[in-house]
Each structure stands twice: as C-alpha cells, then as structure tokens.
C-alpha cells in the first residue's frame, strides 16, 4: 500500500529536494528553521538597541541607526519569526492532528514559502541602500513613510508586498485543509484547539491581509506618482493612515497570539492529565476574540483627537475582548485545578505563558482606559505591554510548542536538564528586560528614542541586562534542538503520558508519508468534546 | 475529481471571494472616510455648501458670545509669509461675516501654493459655511509679491450652544511637487 503511493521517480536530492519539496513536514521543517534565523537576526538588532539603551547619552550608534533598528526589529519580528513560526507548527500539526496525508495545496504550500526567503532578503537588503533601510517603526505612520521616507521605502513596500502574499497563500492552505482534509468522522467540534484556533486565524489573515497590501499600494502611489492619500497638502488625510493600518494591525495582533492559544490548550491538559476544561468555551471564546478584534483599532488612537463618541465606543470594545481572553485564562487554570501535574519543559513555558501573558492582557486593560491613555500613549508601558504578550506570550507559546513535538519530529526527546536551563534563564531575562519597561513608561520615558533623561537609567540598565540574558540564553535553545536532531533519549510514538490526539498515533520520528489511508476517528472515543 | 479534490476547489473559490470583497473594501475604505468625515464634520473637514443649508443657517440671526480663532500655518519650508488680518473676532451666528489674510512670498521665485483648511471642534464644523473662500484654491504667488484674500463665513444658527470657540486653522502648502491632485480641490 505504501508503495503505490510513492512517487515513481526519486525525490531530487540535495538543497534541490529542500527547493521542491512539497511534502507538509519538510514545508513545516523550512518555515520553522526560516523563523529561527528570523529570531536570531531580530534578536541581534534587539541587543544593539538595548546595548545602547545600556546607558544615557548616545554611546555606540547614530540616532538614524537606531531608528533603523527599531523598525526592523518590529517587522523581522512580527512577520519573520512569530506568524512563520505559527505557520510551520501548522504545516507539521495540523495534517498530523486531522488524520490528512498532506496540506490540500502542496504546492501552493511550497510556493508560499519561498516567498518568504525573497521578501527578507529584500528587506534586510534596504540596510545597505543609500539613505538607510525603514526607519520610521514597525507601524510606518505617514507621512513619516512617505514625504520623509528614505528612498529605500520602495523595495520596503515590496517586501510587505511578498510576505502578505505568502500569508495569504498559507492561509487559504490551512482553511481549505481543515474543510476538506479530515479524517471520517471528525467534525469541526472534535478538532484539537490548535487546529481549532488556527482556522479562525486563518480567518484573520485573509480578512487583514488585503488591507495591509492596500495601505502599503496608498503609500507606494503617494511617494512615486503623486496621490495624496495621506498628505495634507494634497487635501489627504495622515489619520486615514493610522484607521487603515490599525484596522489590519490590531486583528493581526491576534493573528499573533490565537495560534498560541492553542497550543497551550494542549500543553495543559496532556501534563495535568485531565481532560481541557471548556473545551466548547474555548472555541467560542477564540472566534469571539477574532470578530471583536475588527471593532477595537482605534484604541491606538485615542490621541489623534477622536471625537468623545469614539473613545467611548473604541473603549468599552476593548475592555470587552479581555472577557474572552478572561475565559481562556480561566479554563487553563480549571484544566489545572485537581490535575496531577508535572512539570516537564513545555508545561514550564506553557504554565509561564499563562501567567506572563495575563500580566501583558492586564497592561492592555489599562492601556484601553481613554485618559490613562493620554499619559500612557507612545510611552515605555506600551512597549512593556505587547512585550509582555508577544515574548513571554506568544514566544513562549512556540517554544513549549517545540519542546511538546520536537520527539514527535526527530524522534529523540530533547534534553530535560539543558530545556530547564533555558527555561529558567528565559523567564528572568524576559522579565529583567520587560518588567521595569512599565515603571520607565510610568515615569514618561518616551519609546523608540535612542537617549533618555537621566531619571531613567537605572530602569534601563536593568532592562539591558535582562536582554542579554534573555538573548544569550536562545543559544541554547539552538543547542537543544540541534541535539535533538542528531540523537538523545528515543521517543515513542506518544511520548507524553498525558498526552491526546492523532498525532500521537503515528510513530516517532513521524515518517515522511503519514495518513495516506485516513487514520480510524470514534467521536466518542477520540474527540476532545467527548462527554 | 474525487469529492475532496471538489471541496478543495469549492473552498478555494469562497476564499477567492472573500480575498476580493476585501480588497474592494479597502479601497472603498478611502472615500467611506471622507464622506463619514464630512458628514460628522470629523477631523475637521469642511462641509460642501448648498443652497438648503445656507437657508437653515440664515433662519435664526442672533448675538451670542461666541469667539472665532483664526490660525495660520505654514507647511515644509515653504518661504512664505502667511497672516491673518485678526487673531480673532466676534462672529454674528446666523449671518454672514468676513475677514481678511495676507500671504507674502518672501523668496525670488514665483511659486504655486495651496491652502488647507481645518475646524477644530469637529462638533462646530458642519456649522461654519464658507461662502467665499480661497481655501482649496491653486494661487500663484510672484516672487516678493504681498497678495490680501477675504475670507466671508457663516456661522450656522444651529451650532451648539455649549461651544465657545471655535478655531478655524490654515495651512499653506505648496503644490509643486503634488501635481496630480489638482481635482481633488473641488471644494
Ligand atoms: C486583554 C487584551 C488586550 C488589551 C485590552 C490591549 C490593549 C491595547 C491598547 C489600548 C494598546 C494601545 C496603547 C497605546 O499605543 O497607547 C495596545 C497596544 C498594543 N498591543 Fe495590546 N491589548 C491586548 C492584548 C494584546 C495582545 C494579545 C497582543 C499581541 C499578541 C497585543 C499587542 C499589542 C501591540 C503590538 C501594541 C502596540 C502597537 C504599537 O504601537 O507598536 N495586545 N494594546
Ligand atoms: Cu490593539
């Protein structure tokens, strides 16, 4: 049976096999280790910041590097390591968890990954262009980006062009994936939350995507063909600017931490060994997270000069979503309540993830009251906050994701006492780095500046030497995983005790084909919705 | 075609769809703004004039306290002078008054300047009218040359009776290096 299915010819060998391949895990493979180069480079550029941040006054760099630095940052961050991260975890998981031999689109699959190589490497390229690479932040606010842009900006415009591409090809392959692919049997309410969570962001991303390659097209037309879209001179409007990218930006925050959801709602029930709590609360406390999510962009606004009607309604929106995001919290910690818990490495970043990320979701709750805001806006609480929800979040969540399937993937659980190490010294530098961030936000210090008033110093310091260790600490998460590719403890094929789904039902390391005849699904017996 | 392969295919014609509502809605997002500006008199934008609610706004002429600030702004380096003839004045509500500026362009080259308006509050905007008005307008302004523009407004009968003030600002901006945009100024 294998043999009928194996392709007649050999599979081209060498980095040509990596360049063709079509194969789910390979595609999976590619964009996680695409992702952790992303990590490193964003992570180099996150210590020159901090390095210089290391004291008052301007030591190492040029204000106009920093300002380079921020920005590419952000955008390597967000669209180079976090969402490809996610999409690889889906591409290796969800075909796995539904009981489908492939992504529906293999080579749709293939293609979108590629893209991504071309669009970093384009933008990391703007570095050495004449006038520097972006340098007005993540958020690229006209006319910032446009009438006071460096000429790179264009190739900049392209390479946002090429990744959401790549995005929305990715997730067009998710959703017709899960609609189509599983296995006879399972319904939608018996899939795992991961495969669960993904489809909504999936959702998301075709929903925001075409917004931001808009937003993008506006600023290329203004700066080379003369539209003033968002010039005042030309009888535009730069508020328009901000409605447009927030009305992207804040659905793709969740686009950012959904997936992250559902990952730890696995974590969780397998080392507590219980069953998830709510396991219907959660699906509908995730697509709630995602339709409120279109109804909330201008709490990045309340400064521009809203009308009063508007702050109100964009603040109760925004109080209102942290209910949803309440019940997740509460669910995780029911699943925990009466558990018998055990503490391996990716229940430690799950656990660490829940209470780190309520801490970030608490900042974002006073961040949405309108005249806090006032004070807090553009400040260092800010950066505080979605730190808080993105890297001890949404990163912690990718990495209790690869320690919960590395043995799954190669075979070998990955080494306990060395992902203790990292564990440890990833939450004390994370919150060394971020924590004090809230109290120099506080205190005024403005953000993306790269000297400060000497009231802050000692905030800084701090914040600088919790970044290195957090930086230096990821070396070891290298070192893991590279260790756990070449060998270690053998994994079975379910590796963890507690441990629920497809997945676990092949064997370790998962062979290249899987599923090819759809694996047997007893709702009763296998559904995570089970009664 | 096996029936996946059908749903595949299905699906990916709604997702195509979708793709496509969204870019449809985005570019409509651009002139949805601006009719919503309008209408709410958001962000400052001035209201278009027409007969019906120049009548409304005359219905009721009263005295009230009400202070009408005037502030000018000039944009980019641009080597212009840019006055207005009053800070401020005490406008009658429900009837016609006036006022003056005064551009000088201080360099020796003639340039081609736009001016932008902005009301300031938004909830005061769709009751100022102007009647006459240079704002929008391309003007040529000689090297040296000191050039007078009236300015003649309405203060609607409906505006608010809580609002004060109101600030009526200028920008002044110049239109060379914007040429395409000539239309857009139909105000
Ligand atoms: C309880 C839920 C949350 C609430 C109430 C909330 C609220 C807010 C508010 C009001 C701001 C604007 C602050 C300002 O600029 O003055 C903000 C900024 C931000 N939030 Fe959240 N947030 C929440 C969760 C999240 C999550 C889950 C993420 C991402 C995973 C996130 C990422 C961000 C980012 C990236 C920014 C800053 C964007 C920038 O200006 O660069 N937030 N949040
Ligand atoms: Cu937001």
New binding site residues.
């Given amino acids: 049976m294998q043999m009928q299915t194996e392709h007649a010819h050999e599979p081209p060998r060498g980095w040509m096999r990596w360049l063709l391949t079509t194969n789910h895990k390979e595609i999976g493979s590619l964009y996680l280790l695409f992702s952790l180069a992303m990590l490193f480079v964003g992570g180099i550029m996150a210590l020159i910041i901090r390095a210089e941040l290391f004291q008052p006054g301007l030591q190492l760099i040029q204000p106009e590097f920093f300002n380079q630095m921020t920005t590419m940052h952000?955008l390597i961050m967000v669209f180079g390591a976090v969402m490809p991260a996610f999409v690889g975890l889906a591409n290796w998981m969800i075909p796995l968890q539904i009981g489908a031999p492939d992504m529906a689109l293999p080579r749709l699959n293939n293609f979108s990954f590629w893209l991504l190589p071309i669009a970093f490497g384009l933008l990391l390229s703007t570095l050495w262009m004449e006038g520097g690479g972006p340098n007005f932040?993540?958020?690229f606010y006209a006319p910032l980006s446009t009438t006071y842009a460096p000429p790179s900006t264009s190739f900049f415009i392209l390479s946002i062009h090429i990744a959401g591409i790549s995005s929305i090809l990715g997730a067009i392959n998710i959703i017709a994936t899960i609609f189509n692919m599983r296995t006879p049997g399972m319904r939608l309410m018996d899939m795992s939350l991961f495969v669960w969570t993904w489809l909504i962001t999936a959702f998301l991303l075709v929903a925001v995507m075409p917004v931001l390659a808009g937003v993008v097209t506006m600023m290329l037309l203004d700066i080379n063909f003369g539209t003033s879209f968002f010039n005042a001179a030309g009888g535009g409007d730069p508020v328009l600017f901000q409605h447009l990218f927030w009305f992207f930006?804040h659905p793709e925050?969740?686009i950012?931490?959904l997936p992250a959801f559902g990952i730890v709602s696995l974590i969780v029930p397998t080392f507590a060994r219980k069953r998830l709590f709510g396991y219907r609360s959660m699906v509908y406390a995730t697509a709630s997270i995602a339709i409120l999510s279109f109804t909330v962009w201008a709490?990045?606004m309340?400064t521009v000069g809203l009308p009063l009607a508007a702050q109100l309604f964009f603040m109760y929106m925004?109080?209102l979503?942290?209910v949803p995001?309440g019940v997740k919290v509460f669910n995780w910690i029911a699943t925990l309540f009466r558990g018998s818990i055990s503490f391996e490495v990716p229940m430690l970043f799950a656990l660490a993830f829940i209470v780190q990320f309520t801490i970030?979701?608490l900042s974002?709750?006073m961040?949405?009251i309108v005249p806090a805001?006032y004070q807090?806006?553009?400040t260092y609480f800010?950066v505080a906050?979605?730190h808080y929800?993105?890297v001890p979040?949404?990163l912690f969540a990718i990495i209790a994701g690869v320690y919960y399937w590395l043995p799954k993937w190669t075979g070998f659980y990955p080494s306990e006492s060395l992902g203790k190490l990292h564990f440890w010294l990833s939450v004390i530098g994370v919150n060394l780095t971020f924590f004090p961030m809230h109290f120099s936000g506080l205190a005024g210090m403005p953000r993306r500046i790269p000297d400060y008033a000497l009231q802050f110093a000692d905030f800084n310091m701090v914040s600088s030497l919790g970044a290195f260790i957090f930086g230096l600490s990821q070396i070891l998460l290298l070192i893991v995983i590279y260790r756990c590719v070449k060998g270690g403890k053998p994994a079975p094929a379910k590796p963890w005790e507690g441990a629920e789904g497809l997945e676990w039902t092949v064997p370790s390391p998962a062979p290249l084909h899987t599923f090819e005849q759809p694996p047997v699904f007893d709702p009763q017996r296998d559904s995570p919705s089970r009664a | 075609m096996s029936e996946q392969q059908r749903g595949v295919r299905k699906t990916l014609w709604q997702l195509s769809g979708l793709l496509v509502l969204m870019v449809i809605f985005t570019i409509a997002l651009v002139p949805l703004y601006d009719v919503f500006c309008e209408v709410t008199g958001l962000n400052g934008k001035p209201r278009r004039v027409d007969d019906a609610a120049l009548q409304a706004a005359l219905s009721r002429s009263q005295q009230r306290p009400l202070q009408m600030q005037f502030v000018t702004r000039v944009g980019q380096g641009l080597p212009v002078q840019f006055r207005s003839q009053q800070a401020a004045q005490r406008p009658v509500v429900g009837g016609r008054n006036q006022t003056h500026f005064t551009f000088e362009n201080q360099s020796d080259t003639d340039l081609l300047v736009r001016t932008v308006p902005s009301i300031s509050p938004p909830e005061a905007s769709p009751h100022i009218l102007k009647i006459e008005c240079f704002c929008f307008q391309e003007m040529v302004l000689k090297a040296g040359e000191k050039k007078q523009v009236g300015l003649m407004y309405l203060v609607g009968a409906k505006l608010p009776d809580h609002v004060a003030a109101v600030t009526l600002s200028y920008t002044v901006y110049p239109v060379a290096d914007a040429p395409a945009v000539a239309e857009e100024a139909s105000l």
């Fill in positions: 952000g932040g993540w958020t930006g925050v969740y950012m931490i709490h990045h309340f925004t109080m979503i942290a995001t970030g979701g974002g709750v961040l949405a805001d807090y806006h553009d800010v906050h979605f929800v993105l979040g949404a």
